[in-house]
């Protein structure tokens, strides 16, 4: 049995104990060690990926055939997801050693707890798992969200805490049910026995479905449930902000996976497409108050965590015209959002601190930038690419999403919301730069120095965009395969329960 597929999960778990043994002291070891446990994530996804070009691989832990025991899936969505989710980390990671990272005791362990959990929910085949899963990474994002000080903190955890433990239970409830009424929770054994479905257990099972799809519009920050995210990633630490680019986009992936995979058009029988009907409207609406909120937002952690609404809006949208060529264009504009978002948090570190504590990231007349040239030309290219103008890769993105969207009245509504949102955007950002490097206010006292490294990890994430232009095809050729994949969860199914796994 080939064992890679597990090690993206028990890589982070080993190197999270270990660093709590570590004591207070030993800073230094933490920041080797962590690092390089990050770093590390890169080359397995990329192996991974190779892997899912070549077919579907399965783990099955104990070598139980599925579906018993714990499988893990490998295919070109959940290989994409841990590359996503790498690159993130490790620019994360590399702001962090600057001095963030000593802010709390265990910020390294809770690290790596955090990418074991998100690892986990990407590669797991059951929906137990993925529960369990989801627990682990909101339990280490609990810790990071309070890390350093601050009642702001404090206060936006509190409702960060809350909020997804309610959503927990409901997550609790719907799995139970499902167990309940079809005696598995295997995603690929699901997939059959919901399309034969006595009649009498269809209005049941259609519950437990859209329970689930609560639980994962929570996640993903969806309207109406997106209130908590705007003010807990304002608040939190610029490297936890980074990493929590990539939370909303495991509720995405997960409404992706359930949707398609059990309750898709050509899975489900009389629940097939179960969650379309709820997804576009709540897409539709989370992208035009993400967009107002970017445009009222008084802090450059506030306008980016709106823009990551925006992204979240429009990845729903997508996912809602259920075709091919959408799919594509929604998979390539959550890679490109997951790293532009992530970016924006960083160099809004780096800006703040620039800038001097005293102004906290508030958009508002400060001190005069050092480096004003660099500075300018980093923040005008996370503009254009989060906007979506060309040529970087927010513009490809979007350019695929409308062009999947047709004609009609659906087409006319996305069409006016998508592009309207990148004007506020616009206008935004045009407000943000100009208030950082055109108003200054020549009685504020200077910041702090400009850190190399910090600005290392923003500007390597930022790159991320051009790259992604540059590497297109590549890129739109695993994703064609990727769509294929999906809208086909037959082959999924027959795969995954076809043997004991590779």
Not at 15 to 31: E, N, S, T, Y
Not at 248 to 277: C, H, M, N, W
Not at 431 to 460: C, H, K, M, Q, S
């Amino acid at each position: 049995m080939d064992h890679l597929a597990v090690v993206p999960i028990i890589l982070p778990m080993f190197c999270g104990a270990l660093l709590l043994l570590a004591g207070p002291r030993r800073l230094r070891l933490k920041r080797i060690l962590g690092l390089l446990a990050t770093l590390l994530q890169l080359p397995l996804a990329i192996l991974l990926m190779g892997q899912a070009t070549g077919g579907l691989q399965v783990y099955a832990a104990g070598n139980w055939a599925p579906p018993f025991g714990i499988v893990l899936v490998v295919d070109h969505l959940a290989a994409l997801m841990l590359l996503v989710s790498a690159v993130l980390a490790a620019a994360a990671m590399l702001y962090a050693v600057r001095g963030n990272d000593a802010l709390g005791a265990h910020f390294h362990a809770l690290f790596q707890f955090q990418l074991m959990g998100i690892n986990g929910a990407f590669l797991t085949g059951d929906l137990f798992n993925l529960f369990v899963f989801f627990e682990i990474l909101l339990i280490a994002s609990y810790a990071l969200l309070l890390h350093g000080t601050g009642s702001a903190r404090v206060r936006s955890g509190l409702h960060y805490v809350v909020l997804n433990l309610f959503g927990s239970a409901l997550f609790l409830i719907a799995v139970g049910t499902l167990y309940g009424v079809l005696g598995t929770l295997n995603m690929a054994d699901l997939s059959q026995r919901v399309a034969q479905l006595a009649p009498a257990d269809i209005p049941l099972v259609g519950a437990a479905a859209m329970l689930l799809l609560v639980v994962f519009g929570l996640k993903a920050a969806v309207f109406p449930l997106y209130f908590w995210l705007p003010r807990a990633y304002a608040a939190a630490t610029p490297p936890v902000a980074a990493l929590f680019a990539i939370m909303t986009k495991v509720g995405i992936y997960s409404i992706l996976r359930v949707y398609t995979q059990i309750f898709g058009e050509s899975a489900a029988g009389p629940l097939a497409q179960l969650a379309d009907a709820w997804l576009w409207p709540a897409g539709l609406l989370t992208l035009v108050l993400g967009s107002i909120g970017a445009l009222a937002a008084s802090t450059l952690n506030g306008l980016v965590a709106y823009l990551l609404l925006v992204s979240v809006g429009t990845l729903l949208a997508g996912l809602a015209m259920n075709s091919h060529a959408a799919l594509v264009g929604s998979l390539f504009y959550l890679v490109h959002s997951t790293w532009i978002c992530g970016a924006l948090f960083l160099l809004a570190g780096v800006l703040s601190r620039c800038r001097g504590w005293r102004f906290v990231g508030r958009l508002v007349p400060g001190p005069a930038l050092p480096r004003p040239t660099l500075f300018g030309g980093l923040f005008f290219l996370a503009a254009i690419s989060v906007i979506g103008l060309p040529p970087l890769s927010g513009f490809v993105g979007k350019l695929l999403l409308l062009r999947a969207a047709g004609t009609g009245i659906a087409a006319a509504w996305f069409y006016s919301l998508l592009l309207g949102s990148g004007l506020l955007a616009l206008i935004a950002m045009s407000r943000a730069g100009t208030t950082l490097f055109w108003r200054i206010d020549p009685a504020a006292p200077p910041g702090e120095p400009l850190d190399r490294v910090r600005l290392l990890a923003a500007v390597a994430l930022l790159l991320c965009s051009p790259l992604l232009v540059v590497f297109a095809e590549p890129l739109l050729g695993y994703l064609d395969a990727t769509a294929a994949q999906l809208l086909e969860p037959s082959g999924y199914t027959r795969q995954v329960l076809g043997g004991r796994g590779r």
